[in-house]
C-alpha cells in the first residue's frame, strides 16, 4: 500500500511518530488497528504490536518458543543512509558486490512539510511462518529452532530460486561463489555464535537504527519497543502471513 | 524445421514406380537433412548451457534478484505441461479403453516420455547445482514443498512412461494398462503440485490462487491435444504414408476435445481478468502489463489470438477432418502456448515485492529479457524433442496400431 492512498481518517503521527493521544483512540474505535495503513509500510496498531501479530504472550512464547528469540527493531526516520550498515554487513559476511542482504530504499513525499524523503533499511525479516522454508525443496533453507534465525545450509541448496520466487520481501539472492543462495542470518556465523551481542550492521549503525536483541526477554529494547503503546510499530506486507521479526518505528 | 520433411507426398495414385523411387530418395534425404539441423541445435543448447554452468548464471542468464525464474523455468513448464497433457490424451484410449483413442495412443505415450525428458534437459540447465538435487532431494526431502512433489512425482512419472511405452512396444498390453495408470496418476499429482508451485507463493499475487492447479491440467489436456494432432500429421508425412481412417476418426475426435478445452481455457482466462481487478494494487498492475503493457503483445496476438482463436476457428472449420488445417492450428496453438507459459512465469515476477512501499527504486514494472545462453537451451530443448519424434518414427515403424490392442481389455 503506497502513502498516496491513506485511508482519510486514519490519524498521523507527530514528526516523533507519536499519534496524538485522543487521536489514536478515534482510530482504535474505528477498528482499522490491523488494516490502516500507515507510513509506507502496514500499521499493525498504536499499541501492543505483539499482542496484535503474535496473539496473547503466553501463546506466543508456546507457538514460538525461541530462546532467544532475535528481532530486530527499525527506527526508520534515524536513518540518514549513509550505508555503513551495508559495508559492514558485507566485509563480515563476505556479501559480493552483486548482491547485498541488506539495503535502503529511498522513500520521497513530495507533499511534506519537513523533511521529503525518508530512508528504509530492509532486509530479511527473519519471519515465524517464512515462505521460503516452506517452499525449499531439500530443507537447505531452514528456521533454527533455538533462535528462531532463518539459514541456508550451503551445501544442500540446489539452486532452484524457488525461495527467491517465494519470499514476500526480495529477502534473497543467488551468491555464484557459495553456490547457494544467501541471505540475512543476523551473523550468526561471522558474530552471534562466536559471543557477539550485535549484528554487523546494528553495531556499525552511527544513528541507532537498527536495535537488535532478544524479543523473549521483557528488559531488551527490542521487546520494550515492540511493546510501547505510544509509538506505531509496523511490519513489511503483513497481508502475505509470513509474521516478520523485523519491526519499524519511529523516534 | 521438420516442415522440410513434408514438401513432398506420396499420395498421388499415378505417381510411377519410378518416381515413387525418387521421391523416396528425397524424402529420406530430407529426413537425415532434418535430423542433422535438429542434432546440431541440441548441440549448441548443450554447449550454451554447459557453458553457462561454467561461467555462471549471473552473467550468462538473464534472470535476476527479482526474476529469478526466466525463460528456463517457463520452457521447463512448457515441456511439461504438454508431456501431461499427452499422457491424459494417450490415456483415455490405452487406459480407459475408449476405442477411439487407440490409433494415437502409442505415440501419445512416447511423445510424452520425449517432452518430459525436454523438460528434464532444460531444468538441468536452470538449476544451478543438479548434482547436489540428485542427493538432497533424497535424503533431506522438504515434504511441505510443493516443488519438492513436483521433482520426485516427475522423476517417477518419467519412469512409468517409460516402461509404459516399453511394455506397448512388447506387446504386454494389460501390463501396460496398469503402469499407463499409474503413470496417468502421478503425471497428475505431479502437475497439480506444478500449479500449487505457483499458486502457493502469496507474495507474488499474480500467481497466488487456489485456480492454479485446476488451470494447469485443463491447459494440459488442451496442449496434448495439439501436440497428438500435430505430430501425428507430421509423422505420417515422414512415413509417407496414408492415414488409415481409424487414426483420422481419432484425430477428429481430438479436434472436439481441443475445440472444447480452448473454449473453456478462453473462459478461465477472462474470469482470471475479472476477478483480478477486483484485487489489489500488484494483481491489477500485473494484469495491466498483459492487457496493455509490454506483454500486451504476447498476449493479444499470440496467447490469445495465435494460441487460442485462430485454432479454435480452424478447429471448427476443419470439421475434424482437412488434416493439414487441423495441423496448422495444432502448430499455431502450440506456438502460442509456449508465450502463454512465458508469460505466466514473467509477469508472475514483473511487480517489484516491494512496490507498494513507494519507494523510488521500485516504481515501475521490471524488465526481464532472455539471454542468447538461455535461448540456446531452449532451442536444444525443442530440438530434443524433435530428434526424438523423428527418430522414434523409424525406430518403432510409426508406432503403429495393432487391431488386437483394443481386445486386451
Ligand atoms: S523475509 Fe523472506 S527470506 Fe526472510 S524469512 Fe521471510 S520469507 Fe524467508
Ligand atoms: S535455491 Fe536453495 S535454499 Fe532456495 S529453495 Fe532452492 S534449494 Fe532451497
Known amino acids: 500500500m503506497n502513502t498516496s492512498s491513506r485511508i482519510p481518517d486514519q490519524p498521523e503521527p507527530d514528526k516523533n511518530g507519536v499519534i496524538p493521544e485522543m487521536e489514536r483512540r478515534q482510530f482504535l474505535k474505528l477498528g482499522l488497528a490491523i488494516t490502516g495503513i500507515f507510513a509506507g509500510g502496514t500499521l499493525l496498531s498504536a499499541a501492543s504490536v505483539v499482542d496484535k501479530v503474535f496473539a496473547s504472550r503466553q501463546e506466543f512464547a508456546d507457538q514460538y518458543p525461541y530462546k532467544p528469540h532475535y528481532s530486530m527493531v527499525i527506527r526508520q526516520d534515524n536513518c540518514i543512509d549513509c550505508e555503513r550498515c551495508i559495508e559492514a554487513c558485507r566485509a563480515t559476511n563476505h556479501v559480493p558486490e552483486y548482491g547485498y542482504r541488506t539495503r535502503i530504499l529511498e522513500q520521497v513525499h513530495p507533499e511534506s512539510a519537513g523533511r521529503r524523503i525518508e530512508f528504509i533499511p530492509v532486509l530479511c525479516n527473519q519471519c515465524n511462518n517464512p515462505a521460503c522454508v516452506r517452499a525449499c525443496p531439500t530443507k537447505a533453507t531452514y528456521k533454527n ?32 561463489e557459495t553456490k ?27 544513528a541507532k ?26 511490519v513489511q506486507r503483513p497481508e502475505t502471513g509470513v509474521k516478520p521479526n523485523i519491526f519499524y518505528t519511529k523516534g | 524445421m521438420a516442415e522440410s520433411v513434408s514438401t513432398e507426398t ?17 524424402r529420406s534425404r530430407a529426413y537425415w537433412l532434418t535430423i542433422f539441423f535438429l542434432s546440431l541445435l541440441v548441440v549448441a543448447g548443450t554447449a550454451a548451457g554447459v557453458h553457462a554452468k561454467l561461467i555462471g548464471s549471473l552473467e550468462a542468464y538473464g534472470a535476476t534478484r527479482e526474476i529469478p525464474w526466466g525463460i528456463l523455468i517457463s520452457t521447463y513448464v512448457f515441456f511439461v505441461v504438454t508431456s501431461t497433457g499427452l499422457c491424459l490424451v494417450s490415456s483415455i484410449g490405452h487406459v480407459f479403453g475408449v476405442k477411439d483413442f487407440m490409433p494415437i495412443a502409442k505415440r501419445s505415450v512416447f511423445l510424452a516420455v520425449a517432452t ?17 538435487m ?29 516402461v509404459e511405452f516399453f511394455l506397448l512396444v ?32 502469496d507474495g507474488r499475487e499474480f500467481w497466488y490462487g487456489p485456480f492454479m492447479p485446476i488451470y494447469f491440467i485443463t491447459s494440459a489436456m488442451m496442449s496434448g491435444a495439439g501436440a497428438i494432432m500435430l505430430f501425428t500429421w507430421l509423422a505420417y508425412k515422414i512415413n509417407g504414408e496414408q492415414m488409415e481412417p481409424e487414426t483420422k476418426r481419432a484425430l477428429e475426435v481430438t479436434t472436439k476435445v481441443g475445440i472444447l478445452l480452448i473454449s473453456v481455457i478462453l473462459f478461465f482466462t477472462a474470469w482470471k481478468f475479472i476477478i483480478g481487478f477486483a484485487g489489489g494494487e500488484a494483481k491489477i498492475m500485473a494484469l495491466e502489463a498483459l492487457l496493455t503493457g509490454p506483454y500486451a503483445f504476447n498476449f493479444w496476438v499470440l496467447e490469445i489470438g495465435v494460441g487460442m482463436v485462430i485454432p479454435l476457428v480452424l478447429y471448427i472449420q476443419s470439421k475434424g477432418k482437412n488434416l493439414s488445417l487441423m495441423a496448422l492450428a495444432s502448430a499455431m496453438m502450440i506456438f502460442g502456448i509456449f508465450f502463454m507459459r512465458y508469460d505466466l512465469v514473467i ?59 483394443g481386445g486386451e481389455h
Open chain 1, 145 to 176: 529452532q533455538q533462535n528462531g534465525i532463518v539459514m541456508v545450509d550451503k551445501e544442500k541448496c540446489i539452486g532452484c530460486k524457488t525461495c527467491m520466487s517465494a519470499c514476500p520481501n526480495n529477502g534473497r539472492y543467488y551468491n555464484e
Open chain 1, 180 to 206: 547457494s543462495v544467501d541471505k540475512c542470518n543476523f551473523c550468526f556465523d561471522t558474530r552471534l555464535s562466536k559471543g557477539e551481542t550485535l549484528t554487523a550492521c546494528a553495531e556499525a549503525c552511527p
Open chain 1, 209 to 234: 537504527v537498527r536495535i537488535f536483541g532478544d524479543l523473549s526477554d521483557p528488559q531488551s529494547e527490542v521487546y520494550q519497543r515492540v511493546h510501547n503503546i505510544e509509538k506505531a510499530v509496523w
Open chain 2, 10 to 26: 506420396a499420395e498421388a495414385p499415378f505417381i510411377t514406380t519410378r518416381w515413387t523411387g525418387a521421391v523416396e530418395a528425397i
Open chain 2, 116 to 132: 518430459i525428458v525436454a523438460g528434464f534437459y532444460v531444468i538441468f540447465f536452470e538449476i544451478e547445482n543438479p548434482f547436489r
Open chain 2, 134 to 162: 540428485a542427493i538432497y532431494n533424497v535424503i533431506s526431502p522438504n515434504l511441505t514443498s510443493n516443488i519438492w512433489w513436483m521433482g520426485t512425482l516427475y522423476g517417477a512419472y518419467m519412469v512409468f512412461m517409460a
Open chain 2, 170 to 201: 512388447k506387446g504386454n498390453y494389460r501390463l501396460a494398462t496398469i503402469i499407463g495408470f499409474i503413470g496417468v496418476v502421478s503425471g497428475v499429482a505431479a502437475h497439480s503440485n506444478l500449479g500449487a508451485v505457483f499458486g502457493m507463493l
Open chain 2, 347 to 405: 509477469v508472475g515476477q514483473v511487480v517489484p515485492l516491494q512496490y507498494e512501499l513507494d519507494v523510488n527504486e521500485y516504481q515501475g514494472l521490471l524488465s526481464y529479457t532472455p539471454s542468447w545462453h538461455e535461448i540456446a537451451v531452449v532451442l536444444g530443448g525443442i530440438a530434443l524433442v524433435g530428434l526424438v519424434f523423428m527418430l522414434g518414427e523409424k525406430a518403432f515403424g510409426g508406432h503403429r496400431h495393432e487391431a488386437h490392442e
